[in-house]
């Protein structure tokens, strides 16, 4: 009885009967409906001379003169199959109408572009691109068989200068935008301009290999920056006063220290909830909301958490309905004391978080130091100094800055 | 039995003209690559292991039980035995059987006339 799946619903789709079928001569019944081609499956036999059937619901309409011919009779057993339903539903009006109605709407939501999600960008503020995709017909709201990616594309490059790839895909009633920003690129001084190489902060000088150009600085000196590292004036042998100008070239590491600090908080108001709160509910269509009504808000002190929840089928599908519940929980204040331990290490971990984000990336770190001060207006203080080895020069134009 | 002998003669003729005939129409089928059964009108059978067949180019159902089915072909009848036989499809071109099927036998009149004579 392993018809496959597919058929089945085919089947199903298309609407059979199973029917029983009585005579002696019930093989010459089967032959003329295979003969006159009316498909029967799952014949099986049944008793002496019944057996039961399945046929179309086409089928059932021309075998009457078949029972008579092969002098079998034919009941029906079971009606199966959408038609069936349907015609359960058949004076049903409104339930047609609204099932219309339904796919139609599913189909008109669906044809409009109700979410941009951007992507991989990190400086630009996402309300910049939203605001430039805007300008080149992305945005939510828009007919999405109206929008042209591949021109967005190229006038989205020419409009912000920022970003060196950009792709928008339109899945479901989302736009997604993934961008890449453009690194910025360090002003390179043409190879065959004299220049020097500076400091570019400031540091002590670890090691200076010079390729071309005069060692302007020795280990263990501090530089500012700015300070000429290596420089691309070279005086002539026998002449203090006249010059060769060279392109200077050559890696300078220097330690450099970056410090940041961060206060011993030794008690904190620990927020307690009481258990009370308050849901306010309202309904986003598009940009129109409908606040449903709740109670009113009179705590003292209190957190309110939003929580949106948008209509939508699978991941890509999004309809412009939401759902978003405010809920306000009432809270009570109380102090409490930490361990100085517990406190001094956090705020020591805080501060070195604070200070590896100075660090910059070709900078690796060889010492971490903690220390504690007492400041007379902010209390205990903990300080992290990151000490850094990396290269600090520059090239820079020779009487430029 | 007078009746029968001639019988069996006109059969017998019939049989030698038949192998004249097909020898001439099977060779032009296997020079032209036609498909035999249908030209030569007889059946295709397919089975899958015991448990499912497909009959094509069949004539008709002569009976179907649970544990025996006979269907007419062009050459003669097939006979197919076997435990829950089912006819899980059944149009003009092809029939599909299913079940567990034990044997299968060819009931030609060229097999019973090598077995009389």
């Known amino acids: ?401 | 039995m007078a009746r029968n002998n001639a019988k069996k003669k006109k059969l017998k003729g019939n049989k030698e003209e038949n192998n004249r005939k097909k020898g001439f129409r099977e060779k032009l089928t296997e020079m032209l690559e036609l498909p035999k059964e249908l030209v030569l009108n007889i059946p295709r059978i397919t089975m899958v292991g015991n448990g499912d067949m497909m009959i094509e180019n069949y004539k008709g159902l002569v009976e179907y039980g649970r544990a025996r089915i006979r269907i007419s072909t062009g050459p003669g009848t097939v006979k197919i035995t076997g435990i829950g036989l089912v006819i899980r499809e059944i149009t003009s071109e092809d029939i599909i059987i299913s079940g567990n099927i034990h044997t299968l036998e060819f009931l030609y009149a060229s097999n019973d006339m090598e077995h009389t004579g």
Not at chain 1, 325 to 331: A, D, F, L, N
Request: hydrophobic share 45%.
């Open chain 1, 1 to 401: 009885m392993k018809v496959l799946l597919l058929l089945r619903l085919w089947n199903y789709l298309r609407g059979y009967v199973i029917i029983i079928v009585d005579g002696f001569f019930t093989e010459k019944f089967i032959n003329i409906c295979a003969h006159r081609n009316i498909l029967l499956w799952d014949v099986v036999v049944q008793g002496d001379r019944t057996m039961t059937m399945r046929m179309s619901i086409k089928g059932f309409r021309l075998i009457r003169p078949i029972a008579r011919k092969a002098k079998c009779r034919v009941r029906l057993i079971k009606k199966t199959g959408i038609p069936f339903i349907l015609n359960r539903y058949r004076r049903r009006k409104a339930f047609f109408v609204g099932a219309l109605l339904f796919v139609a709407l599913i189909y008109v939501l669906s044809s409009f572009i109700w979410n941009v999600e951007i992507s991989g960008n990190k400086r630009l503020e996402t309300a910049r691109i939203e605001e430039a995709l805007a300008n080149n017909g992305i945005k939510s709201g828009i007919l999405k068989y109206g929008i042209d990616t591949d021109s967005a594309v190229s006038n989205m490059m020419l409009d912000m200068e920022d970003i060196s790839w950009i792709s928008i895909n339109i899945r479901g009633t989302k736009a997604k935008v993934q961008i890449r920003e453009r690194i910025p690129v360090p002003e390179i001084v043409p190879r065959d301009e004299p220049c020097d190489i500076v400091a570019s902060k400031d540091g002590m000088i670890k090691k200076v290999v010079a390729k071309e150009g005069i060692e302007a600085v020795g280990e263990g000196d501090t530089v500012k920056k700015g300070q000429v590292l290596i420089a691309g004036t070279i005086p002539l042998k026998d002449d203090d006063k006249r010059f060769r100008f060279v392109h200077a070239m050559g890696k300078v590491t220097a330690r450099t220290w970056y410090e940041e600090e961060s206060p011993v908080i030794l008690t904190e108001t620990e927020r307690l909830k009481t258990g009370k709160e308050i849901n306010a509910h309202s309904l986003v269509l598009f940009s129109w909301k409908l606040d449903l009504p709740h109670r009113k808000n009179n705590f003292s002190n209190y957190s309110a958490a939003e929580n949106r929840r948008k209509l939508s089928i699978g991941e890509d599908l999004v309809f412009p309905l939401e759902w978003v519940t405010v809920s306000y929980k009432e809270e009570k204040l109380a102090e409490a004391v930490i361990n100085a331990e517990d406190a001094k290490n956090a705020a020591a971990e805080a501060a070195y978080q604070k200070a590896l984000q100075q660090v910059p990336e070709n900078a690796k770190v060889v010492n971490t130091n903690i220390y504690y001060v007492k400041d007379e207006q902010r209390g205990l203080l903990a300080r992290v100094t990151l000490e850094c080895l990396e290269d600090i020069g520059v090239s820079r134009k020779i009487g430029g800055n």
